[in-house]
């Protein structure tokens, strides 16, 4: 498969479409990042890469930072962690607030904020230092010692994220949320604020289509059945209420975030990682939606 000419291809493609989006600007640091940028890394399972556009550019992870806390805490606490969430697609905006009441506390699954507080919350119970723990963490699933966190992002949204602090309030009602709000927010929003590239992201996440083996240490962070919950999660989740949208488009397990990046793979063969900063309504990046719509549809190549 002749990958750097689809890859190329695509990218001409979703040219057009520069301006049908716009950058995230609710979280007021996030409004500063040009519009116009365009990344895309593949990462194949047999260590062949190949990168276009912007792809060694740093933007902020977001919400694609979720599945990573995730994965940790799952790999911690097992099937218990289901008590706490659950594993439906919300079919709701990421940051909303009415399922939350009805369903008397418990998220209705891990990657939309609440559930994703939550899965914060169980970091912030386990380690001592949890913020240095995700960064740990996600430098080995990464294979670089250079991620970090960008702390006037992550001020930014302290400031602001009025309907975090909500639905962290909400939660700890509930007695869904151990630890203080004050301390699992800063969590949350510090590893919301990560910093890596396509590259970087494609890297992190071969876990998920290597069945849970690490590939840069070699090391099995997660079994094969725990990787097939997660990506199950993530095809159900990952896009919030456009997660039909994208399993119909693309056909692969993914996560988005605000920042305008998408993490995606399909098991046994490769992860891909794309960035372009402009969103659509719901959130998810305009560009990068559609340069993954058309990578599945030229290499022939989705879960279905
Ligand atoms: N930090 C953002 C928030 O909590 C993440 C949202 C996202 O990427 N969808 O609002």
Not at 145 to 154: G, L, P, R, S
Request: charged share 20%.
């Amino acid at each position: 498969m002749d990958y750097a000419k689809i890859i190329r291809d695509l990218a001409a493609e979703v040219q057009p479409l520069y301006g049908q989006g716009k950058v995230a600007d609710y979280i007021p640091e996030l409004g500063k990042v040009p519009p116009r940028q365009f990344g895309l890394c593949l990462q194949l399972n047999d260590g062949i890469s190949h990168e276009f556009g912007d792809s060694r550019t740093k933007f902020s992870i977001q919400s694609i930072s979720k599945v990573f806390a995730l994965s940790k805490a799952f790999g911690l606490l097992g099937e218990e962690l289901w008590q706490r969430v659950g594993v439906e697609p919300s079919g709701n905006a990421f940051n909303s607030l009415m399922q939350l009441e009805y369903e008397k506390g418990i998220p209705r699954n891990p990657l939309i904020n609440a559930g994703a507080l939550v899965v914060t919350d169980i970091l912030v119970s386990k380690f001592e230092n949890p913020k240095a723990e995700i960064l740990r963490y996600l430098r080995q699933l990464a294979g670089t010692e250079d991620i970090h966190f960008n702390k006037q992002v992550a001020e930014s949204e302290r400031k602001t994220g009025y309907r975090n602090f909500a639905l962290a309030y909400f939660l700890k009602s509930f007695g869904n949320l151990k630890n203080e709000v004050e301390q699992v927010l800063d969590v949350y929003f510090h590893q919301c604020s990560i910093e890596m590239t396509c590259f970087e992201l494609a890297n992190a996440m071969q876990i998920f289509s290597q069945h849970g083996l690490e590939p840069h240490s070699g090391e099995r962070l997660l079994s094969s059945s725990e990787t097939k919950r997660l990506n199950a999660v993530m095809q159900t989740c990952g896009f919030y209420d456009e997660a039909g949208e994208f399993t119909f488009a693309v056909g692969l397990p993914g996560k988005s975030g605000v920042g305008g990046g998408i993490a995606a793979l399909l098991p046994g063969q490769y992860s891909i990682a794309v960035w372009s900063p402009e969103l659509n309504k719901k959130g998810n990046s305009v560009l990068g939606m559609k340069a993954l719509e058309l990578f599945t549809t030229m290499t022939g190549s989705s879960v279905f």
